[in-house]
């Protein structure tokens, strides 16, 4: 019968593990968990390695956003900072 044209393979749903988890995708939700206690038990693994990871390697900001943090900050403490500075040059001339 081709009645597993419906039902993916336990090796192909672990090749495409890896991309589901890594698209931010709910991989929980896929088909073949339904039916695959196995694949379920090995999702579960996974989702406590990487959040195991995530507190080794937190997720680093994108720079963009970390930029728009530090920006200000850095030209809050310049406009600060640097009239000081230049009159203390002047002052010396
Ligand atoms: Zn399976």
């Known amino acids: ?3 597993d044209r419906n039902t993916m393979s336990c090796a192909e749903f672990q ?5 589901l988890i890594g698209s931010g995708a709910d991989a ?9 206690e196995l694949c379920r038990a090995l999702l579960a693994d996974l989702e406590t ?7 080794l390697f937190p ?3 994108p720079p963009d956003a970390l930029w728009k ?3 200000p900050a850095i030209k809050d403490e310049s406009t600060d900072v640097e009239p000081d500075a ?3 040059k002047d002052k010396k001339k």
């Open 1 to 3: 019968m081709t009645d």
């Open 15 to 19: 090749a495409q593990l890896p991309e």
């Open 28 to 36: 929980s939700t896929h088909p073949h968990l339904q039916s695959c």
């Open 49 to 55: 390695i990487a959040e195991a990871a995530r507190q």
């Open 59 to 61: 997720v680093v900001e």
């Open 69 to 71: 943090h530090i920006e």
């Open 86 to 88: 230049e009159k203390k």
